[in-house]
């Protein structure tokens, strides 16, 4: 097996700062090239850069032993690596710029809503790293150019704006910032609708309660009826 050398990264994590003393040089760019392609797989975008796993790992094996938990018990010894792998899909929106999932648009002269309702996504409360999960509804009204995207890429953005540690509104925002700034639109409306484990399992503990979350921008904002002609979609 031919091992190829990778190509610089800019901004990626310095090779000698994650590399772990005994790791050979080269199962560490396999493991870099690996955790490049688990990126790319869940956005669709080539990623900027890449996590330091061995910090990640490091992290976790401190977690285990400051809760007490041996961490070389042998059902959890893996757990560091595996947490680190998954991070690379659960995180992997924070190497990707989102507006490069819509890069791909194209001019179709339509000016009516397009919509996309129940985007499924789980994300990560920054405040205390536990799951928020539920579901997007997005809205755009093409600008003058008519520029669209396909609705697979509607989703993927939801995605990819979903995984990282962050907060409902910051997300929901992010959503709609992204579209204005890729496909120039006459107005975007994005809800959003979500559960948070953190008010699940711990705190208040209201179990199945919905926090909902929308930005509004452009003709939905300013003209009446486009707005109810949105939200009577959105509704039906
Ligand atoms: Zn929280």
Known sequence: ???????????????????????EPEAHALG??????????????????SFDHEKIERAVRLLFEAIGEDPDRPGIADTP?????????????????????LSVSFEEAYDEIVMMRDIEF???????????????????LPGPAGRVTGLSKLARLVDVCAKRPGLQERMT??????????????????????????????????AGAETVTSTVRGRFRDD????????TLLRS
Do not use: N, W
């Open 1 to 23: 097996m031919t091992v190829h050398p990778l190509p610089p990264v800019p901004g990626a994590v310095h090779e000698d700062a994650s590399m772990d003393e005994h790791d």
């Open 122 to 140: 789980h994300s990560m409360c920054e405040h205390h790293l536990v799951p928020f999960t539920g579901r997007a509804h997005v809205a755009y």
């Open 81 to 101: 690596a595996r947490v680190a792998r998954e991070y690379d899909e659960i995180f992997a929106g924070l190497l990707v710029d989102p507006v490069d999932v």
């Open 32 to 49: 870099v090239e690996a955790a490049r392609r688990r990126v790319q797989h869940v956005t669709g975008v080539e990623p900027s850069s």
């Open 173 to 206: 925002a992010m959503i709609a910032d992204s579209l204005e700034t890729a496909l120039e639109p006459r107005g975007v409306m994005v809800v959003v609708e979500a559960r948070h484990f953190c008010m699940e399992m711990r705190g208040i503990r209201k």
């Open 224 to 231: 009446p009826k486009t707005r109810t002609e949105a939200l």
